[in-house]
């Protein structure tokens, strides 16, 4: 998959990325959510700047995962705004300079990466499981609403699922919305 995502061209990631936020902005989860984590992308993760600008120019409330400041490798989310100063983390992911610092059950709507996902909900991720460690809380609230973000090119027949593993509502691509029953 990675090297799937990584042959993606150039045209190809930004016109992605603008499709995928068009599919984003009508549905009544976006709608209604003010608090959204987005994530700035690694060079071949799927394009999630549109769906930023669009949440700052809605008003709504943007976030970027951080690594947390415990040892417990999950991720916090601090506040995103135009023009902030960003640094690199130590796996050389952006990450907001500022330090107000929200939880994550905070929030409304997360956008989550991904390298490979099934339409039951199964992703996979880079393997630090961060993901599924900052989530796992979830589980039983269905709060905040994990939404996958990635190329139609990524979507599988099916991922084994571990016990761990904290599955997606539903994955956004390029060409689709994908939810479960309770959307």
């Not at 709060?143 to 990635?150: E, I, Q, T, V």
Request: net charge negative.
């Amino acid at each position: 998959m990675l090297v799937k995502r990584r042959a993606v061209t150039a045209g190809e990631f930004s016109a992605s990325g603008l499709a995928a936020k068009q599919l984003l902005i009508t549905h009544p989860i976006f709608q209604k959510s003010q608090h959204i984590a987005c994530y700035f992308g690694l060079e071949d993760e799927f394009n999630c700047m549109p769906i930023i600008e669009e949440v700052w120019h809605l008003g709504k409330q943007c976030y970027l995962p951080v690594l947390s400041l415990d040892q417990k490798k999950s991720l916090e989310f601090v506040a995103y705004h135009p023009h902030d100063s960003l640094r690199l983390n130590r796996y050389r992911i952006f990450e907001p300079e500022r330090d107000d610092r929200l939880s994550a059950d905070q929030l409304d709507l997360v956008i989550v990466p991904l390298v490979a996902f099934d339409l039951k909900g199964h992703r996979v991720g880079m393997g630090g499981g961060y993901y599924d460690r900052t989530f796992a809380f979830q589980r039983p609230l269905k709060k905040p609403y994990l939404l996958g973000l990635g190329y139609e090119l990524q979507k599988v027949t099916e991922i084994p699922a571990d016990s761990w593993d904290v599955m997606l509502d539903g994955i956004l691509t390029e060409e689709k919305l994908y939810f479960d029953s309770k959307t």
